[in-house]
C-alpha cells in the first residue's frame, strides 16, 4: 500500500494509547463536548489539541490561511453555528502565530494566487497602515505587529457575526479570546483580554486604532514570572506593591 509506513504509525500509536490509557478510545467514542473552539492558522506546526495538551474531544477546530474570519465563508460559519448552537462551547479561540506564511504574503507584492484575494482584508488593512509599518525597526518587528494585529482584527471579525451576537442575546456564556502562538518556543500569548458581550465588543478599540497603539501579547511564563518578581520586591519594599500592578 503507498503510505504504508502511515498505516503503521497509526496502528503502533492506537496500541499505544491504549496500552497507556485502556478507555482512551472509549472515552473518545463517546458524544464529543470541547468547551473551546479554535480558529486557528493551517500552518503544520500549530496544532491546536497539542499546544494546549487537550485530547482530541476537547477543542473543536476550524483552521484556514492565517486563522482569517471571512463572513461569507460557509465552512467557517457552519462550525462557529455548530459549535455555539450544538456544542455550547464557552470559548472561542482566535489564535495566530508569529512567522506565519500568510501574513508574510499580505506582507508582500505578489498578488497573483487565490490565496491573495482569501488574504485581501489583511493587505488592505496594511497598505492603509503603511506608515506605522514602515516605521518599525526590520521586516521581523512588521511581520511579528502583523501577526498580532490580525488576530485582533479576525478576533473583531467573529464577534461581530451574528451567530456570536445571538449567543450572547439569548444569554450563552460566551467569552472571544485572541492569542499568538510563538513556534520558536511552543508559547501562547495574550494579543489582548477576552471580551464577554456584545457592549465589550462594541467598546473594543478598533482595529484602526490598535495599528498605532499596539498592545504587548504576554504569555503566562511572563506573567508568572512578574508575579514573582513583585511579589519578592513586595517583601523587600511592601509600599511599592500597588504601584508596581
Ligand atoms: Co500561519
Given at each position: 500500500?503507498?503510505?504504508?509506513?502511515?498505516?503503521?504509525r497509526n496502528?503502533?500509536?492506537?496500541?499505544?494509547?491504549t496500552?497507556?490509557?485502556?478507555?482512551?478510545?472509549?472515552?473518545m467514542?463517546?458524544?464529543?463536548?470541547?468547551d473551546?473552539l479554535?480558529?486557528g492558522?493551517?500552518?503544520?506546526?500549530?496544532?491546536?489539541?497539542?499546544?494546549?495538551?487537550?485530547?482530541?474531544?476537547?477543542?473543536?477546530?476550524?483552521?484556514?490561511?492565517?486563522n482569517?474570519?471571512?463572513?461569507?465563508d460557509?465552512?467557517l460559519?457552519a462550525?462557529?453555528?455548530?459549535?455555539?448552537?450544538?456544542?455550547?462551547?464557552?470559548?472561542?479561540?482566535?489564535?495566530?502565530?508569529?512567522?506565519c506564511?500568510?501574513?508574510?504574503?499580505?506582507l508582500g507584492?505578489?498578488?497573483?494566487a487565490?490565496v491573495?484575494h482569501?488574504?485581501?482584508?489583511?493587505?488592505?488593512f496594511?497598505?492603509?497602515?503603511?506608515?506605522?509599518?514602515?516605521?518599525?525597526?526590520?521586516?521581523?518587528?512588521?511581520?511579528?505587529?502583523?501577526c498580532?494585529?490580525?488576530?485582533?482584527?479576525?478576533?473583531?471579525?467573529?464577534?461581530?457575526t451574528p451567530?456570536?451576537?445571538?449567543?450572547?442575546?439569548?444569554?450563552?456564556?460566551?467569552?472571544?479570546?485572541?492569542?499568538?502562538?510563538?513556534v520558536?518556543?511552543?508559547?501562547?500569548?495574550?494579543?489582548?483580554?477576552?471580551?464577554?458581550?456584545?457592549?465589550?465588543?462594541d467598546?473594543l478599540?478598533?482595529?484602526?486604532?490598535c495599528?498605532?497603539?499596539p498592545?504587548?501579547?504576554?504569555?503566562?511564563?511572563?506573567?508568572q514570572?512578574?508575579a514573582?518578581?513583585?511579589?519578592?520586591?513586595?517583601?523587600?519594599?511592601?509600599?511599592?506593591?500597588?504601584?508596581?500592578?
Open positions: 500500500m503507498i503510505l504504508d509506513h502511515l498505516f503503521d496502528v503502533a500509536w492506537a496500541q499505544g494509547k496500552r497507556d490509557d485502556p478507555t482512551y478510545f472509549v472515552r467514542a463517546e458524544q464529543q463536548s470541547p473551546y479554535w480558529i492558522c493551517a500552518d503544520s506546526r500549530v496544532t491546536a489539541n497539542d499546544v494546549l495538551g487537550l485530547d482530541p474531544g476537547s477543542v473543536f477546530v476550524q483552521r484556514n490561511i492565517a482569517m474570519v471571512h463572513t461569507s460557509m465552512n460559519l462550525v462557529l453555528e455548530f459549535a455555539l448552537e450544538a456544542l455550547k462551547v464557552q470559548h472561542i479561540i482566535v489564535c495566530g502565530h508569529y512567522g506564511g500568510g501574513v508574510r504574503r499580505a507584492n505578489d498578488r497573483t487565490l491573495d482569501w488574504l485581501q482584508p489583511l493587505v488592505m496594511h497598505r492603509k497602515h503603511q506608515a506605522v509599518f514602515a516605521a518599525l525597526k526590520d521586516d521581523q518587528a512588521r511581520l511579528d505587529r502583523l498580532e494585529l490580525n488576530v485582533q482584527m479576525q478576533l473583531r471579525r467573529v464577534a461581530a451567530i456570536v451576537e445571538a449567543a450572547w442575546a439569548r444569554g450563552q456564556p460566551l467569552h472571544v479570546h485572541g492569542w499568538i502562538y510563538g520558536e518556543d511552543g508559547l501562547i500569548r495574550e494579543v489582548e483580554p477576552p471580551i464577554a458581550s456584545q457592549a465589550a465588543r467598546g478599540p478598533s482595529i484602526d486604532q495599528a498605532v497603539t498592545s504587548e501579547p504576554w504569555s503566562a511564563v511572563r506573567h514570572a512578574f514573582a518578581f513583585a511579589a519578592d520586591d513586595a517583601q523587600a519594599d511592601p509600599c511599592c506593591e500597588g504601584a508596581r500592578r
